[in-house]
């Protein structure tokens, strides 16, 4: 069954008029899954998302003096929130426009052009803390898993990445 959808698809794909049809029926040709109506209000409340974060450093490191041994510190966050493909996205990016306009004087840098995150970044922990808590604000979530912990974890050497031993077990 998913061979010949795949093979009509390819077919249909490979024409104009094949392309105009699946542009105008999209619930058929996807059997509902998609349609020119968009989600229910129904189901945008009904969905959201979650995303595991799992952070390796030093205790000791400065710009000033690089690390040169194995991370000795870890943790693991989750964030979430409401839909986000119409929802959580929009929240987020007028949180983060609206923090970068009232707090400009927070933000160290000056000229050019910058990534959110490093912006806010430069403006240190009191900066991310405020960015996160305009976040909250709006219903994204943060939830510290596994605090800032000492590590001992064989991973934990320079270049290589994965969660740490407890989470991976939880995945």
């Not at 959808?5 to 105009?20: D, I, K, P």
């Amino acid at each position: 069954m998913v061979a010949l959808a795949g093979a009509l698809f390819n077919a249909l794909s490979g024409s104009g008029w094949g392309r105009a049809l699946l542009l105008r029926q999209p619930a058929l040709f996807t059997l509902g899954a998609f349609s020119d109506e968009g989600p229910s209000e129904e189901r945008l409340a009904a969905t959201s998302w979650k995303s595991v974060f799992f952070g390796r450093g030093w205790s000791d490191a400065t710009p000033d003096s690089p690390p040169s041994a194995s991370f000795d510190r870890a943790a693991t966050v989750l964030v979430s929130g409401p839909e986000p493909g119409y929802i959580a996205t929009a929240l987020m990016f007028l949180s983060m426009a609206r923090f970068i306009k009232e707090e400009r004087r927070r933000l160290p840098i000056v000229g050019g052009v910058f990534t959110p995150g490093g912006l806010v970044g430069s403006g240190g922990a009191a900066a991310i803390t405020a960015l996160v808590d305009a976040l909250r604000a709006v219903g994204i979530r943060f939830e510290v898993e596994e605090a800032l912990h000492a590590t001992d974890d064989s991973r934990t050497q320079l270049g290589v990445w994965g969660p740490p031993a407890a989470a991976r077990s939880k995945l």
